[in-house]
């Protein structure tokens, strides 16, 4: 499978995250390594980048494409960033990335179970050795904490019609596929305008699979101990629910003089880019300086 890998905002992270001569930044969700190339080429040869990611595949990837001896790959949750740092030896960096979307690499290969046109098992798993899938969550969760993770993560007003449908459906039979899934959802609340009905339902089983809001919580915390004062940290956004955590993240923060906000307003993407990568069309980027 050939991805053409277009990293989202990445000359205004670069700007944002300002890297110099021999500093050392984590990109803390690597993925093909895009944003850590150009950041592996501003820290110069005296510099270093960590590369973190949950995605076997991904990491093998961005080293087979890389290849520099200053660049650390390492697995993991980029909630565990600090264990994995400390681990190398490193108590301190000048800058940290997290780009909280799913990569191209994991919506185009459909054995994943990330996307609703796909006859594969409901997966979403970005760790492959997880116990937890998608398939366990729609099949096995209690009718109220799937209306909860539908209106929470998904921000689906009609949360209770899809989930009386999914309870319904799966009484019969275990709903087992993507696409079985998506026509479930589309026949429950209909369809209507470019926007596939299930998209907001599936961002919702990603999220609760991956505990991706729990993980970005502690995520900003340890990014907060591990940059030395006058280090910076960027954060890519795809939707609300995550933006307004780091909003208020920086924002707290900030009123307790411990880091100073980069950006007023999030930084999005120009049109030009978002007609060269429509997946980039949501995203919004904040960043912030330590003090």
């Known amino acids: 499978m050939t991805i053409i890998h277009l990293p989202v905002l990445l000359r205004e992270v670069v700007e944002l995250l300002s890297p110099k001569e021999g500093g050392v930044y984590v990109d803390a969700t690597v993925g093909l390594g895009g944003h850590a190339e150009l950041l592996l080429e501003k820290a110069g040869q005296t510099g270093m980048v960590v590369g973190i990611d949950r995605d076997d595949e991904a990491l093998k990837r961005t080293a087979a494409r890389l290849q520099s001896d200053r660049l650390i790959l390492r697995k993991g949750s980029f909630s565990g960033m600090a264990e994995l740092l400390h681990a190398e030896g490193i108590q301190e960096v000048d800058g940290i990335l997290l780009d909280l979307g799913v990569s191209m690499m994991q919506l185009r290969d459909l054995q994943r179970g990330f996307s609703f046109t796909a006859s594969e098992k409901l997966d979403m798993r970005m760790d492959q050795e997880q116990d937890i899938s998608a398939w366990d969550v729609v099949n096995t969760y209690p009718d109220k904490e799937l209306v909860r993770i539908l209106r929470e993560y998904g921000e689906e007003y009609r949360a209770a019609r899809i989930v009386r449908w999914i309870v319904e459906a799966r009484s019969r039979k ?109 995203a919004k980027l904040r960043g912030a300086e330590k003090l």
């Open 174 to 282: 275990t709903i087992d596929t993507c696409d079985e899934l998506a026509a479930l959802v589309e026949r429950s609340i209909g369809r209507s305008g470019r926007t596939h009905p299930a998209t907001r339902t599936f961002q919702a089983l990603r999220i609760e699979v991956n505990q991706e809001m729990a993980e970005l919580n502690t995520a900003l915390q340890e990014a907060l101990g591990l940059l030395r004062s006058g280090g910076r940290f960027c954060v890519i956004a795809y939707h609300s629910l995550e933006d307004r955590i780091v909003k208020n993240f920086i924002r707290d923060n900030a009123r307790n003089m411990v880091l100073t906000p980069l950006v007023k307003k999030p930084v999005t993407p120009g049109l030009e880019e978002v007609r060269a990568n429509p997946s980039s069309r949501s």
